[in-house]
Nanobody, 117 residues
Framework: QVQLLESGGGWVQAGGSLRLSCRPS????????MSWYRQVPGNQRELVAA????????NYTDSVKGRFRVSRNNARDTVYLQMNSLVPEDTAIYYC??????????WGQGTQVTVSS
């Protein structure tokens, strides 16, 4: 079974930076969209950023525009989320999600990001 492997979470002071990465345990599917979501306990999971693996386009939720950047590697099988100018409101569990060409979604296990004021 394919798993998504996340890394890069942790603790940082406000104004700091972190970079998350996510890759599949093995490549057995065509990835068309690579996304990052986040969730605070008690709240719904929200889309933070997405990378379209077909045309290279990206989109971001308003609260992270200008601070976060989503990118991929040359092999198109790893997605990164560069998070700059972090604020306490960015504290959450971050999940990556890959959508395959047959519209199946794969989720990562989640990585905690904590931003202290």
């Amino acid at each position: 079974q394919v798993q998504l492997l996340e890394s890069g979470g942790g603790w940082v002071q406000a104004g700091g930076s972190l970079r998350l990465s996510c890759r599949p345990s093995r490549n057995t599917f065509s990835i068309i969209v690579m996304s990052w979501y986040r969730q605070v306990p008690g709240n719904q999971r929200e889309l933070v950023a997405a990378f379209n693996n077909i045309d290279g386009s990206t989109n971001y939720t308003d609260s992270v525009k200008g601070r976060f950047r989503v990118s991929r590697n040359n092999a198109r099988d790893t997605v990164y989320l560069q998070m700059n100018s972090l604020v306490p409101e960015d504290t959450a569990i971050y999940y990556c999600k890959f959508r395959s060409r047959n519209n199946h979604d794969y989720w990562g296990q989640g990585t905690q990001v904590t931003v202290s004021s």
